[in-house]
């Protein structure tokens, strides 16, 4: 069966302090790991999408990388405007890889 | 460029009561889905269409219809609220779900039932 474990639940960063975000799957034969950020109150918005082991996308302080077992998503030198949750997801086997199943995401609070 | 348009945004039901839950997307997308999101459960797929005339159940369909009304629209009906239908509910589109992006989520409807 498809799952999506995602971890820490919570992370609290004093600004410009580095860490990472990690992301496990277990998937037969993956399609796609989309990475999303979400605002309170807001729905996801897209971040990366990575589909193979040794991949990597940036986008500002954020880079995500991939291994055949988890995905990663490093936050170099976070900012307060960085705090958000972030998840992730996999096309899942159930819908025929039409849907996406999400991981519970990790809280990211970083304080000045 | 409104992308995925939810209506209400917020809504009270008393235990029961009947609603519908209105997404509508102008990117001429081919799939769209329903998912609630509740405090440590993450987002959950309640149904998805994934083409026009389509619909399917996701992993928490009881309790919940779908309606495909066009390509443009997808609503989501409770006919009888419980209160464990409590929960924030959030539509999204995709050209295909494996597409470079994903999904592309509307802003959510917080429900509550009383």
């Known amino acids: 069966e498809d799952q999506v474990t995602q971890s820490p639940e919570a992370l609290r960063l004093q600004e410009g302090e580095s860490s990472s975000l990690n992301c496990s799957y277990t998937?037969?034969?993956?399609?796609?790991l989309f990475w999303y950020r979400q605002d309170p109150g807001k729905g996801p918005e897209f971040l990366f999408t990575l589909y193979s082991a040794g991949e990597e996308k940036e986008k500002e302080r954020l880079k995500a990388t991939l291994t055949k077992k988890e995905s990663f998503l490093h936050i170099t030198a976070p900012k307060p405007e960085d705090s958000a949750t972030y998840l992730c997801a996999v096309p899942h086997a159930d819908t025929g890889r039409r849907a996406l199943t999400f991981g519970s995401g990790t809280r990211l609070q970083v304080q000045p | 460029n409104a992308g995925v348009t939810q209506t209400p945004k917020f809504q009270v039901l008393k235990t029961g009561q009947s609603m519908t839950l209105q997404c509508a997307q102008d990117m001429n997308h081919n799939s769209m889905y329903w998912y609630r999101q509740d405090p440590g459960m993450g987002l959950r797929l309640i149904y998805y269409s994934a083409s026009e005339g389509t619909t399917d159940k996701g992993e928490v369909p009881n309790g919940y219809n779908v309606s495909r009304l066009n390509k443009r629209e997808f609503s989501l009906r409770l006919e009888s609220a419980a209160p464990s239908q409590t929960s924030v509910y959030f539509c999204?589109?995709?050209?295909?779900?494996?597409?470079?992006?994903?999904?592309?989520f509307g802003s959510g409807t917080r429900l509550t039932v009383v």
């Open positions: 998937v037969s034969g993956l399609r796609g």
């Open positions: 999204a589109s995709s050209a295909g779900v494996l597409q470079n992006y994903g999904y592309t």
